[in-house]
């Protein structure tokens, strides 16, 4: 079924692009177009992707709580 029609693009094509790590539309809009031209299928497309479900998103997120912790200064007080 297609989920953009001015690109022809079709659900397996963006449920491909998802499984290669594309996790937002605007993701998929790079990979393919869909949803560039009159935005119609944006909707869709969401819907496809799922909300929360992006396993990169996670391990963003992950890395970035890592980061932040190594790079977290003791804060030295007057008091000693």
Do not use: N, W
């Amino acid at each position: 079924m297609y989920v953009c029609s001015c690109f022809g693009i079709t659900e397996a094509q963006v449920k491909k692009h998802a499984d290669a790590g594309a996790c937002t539309p605007r993701q998929i809009a790079s990979a393919c177009k869909a949803g560039t031209d009159c935005g119609g299928c944006v909707r869709r497309i969401q819907a496809l992707l799922g909300r929360g479900d992006c396993p990169r998103r996670e391990l963003l997120d992950q890395r970035q709580e890592s980061v932040i912790a190594s790079t977290a200064r003791p804060v030295l007080s007057d008091a000693a």
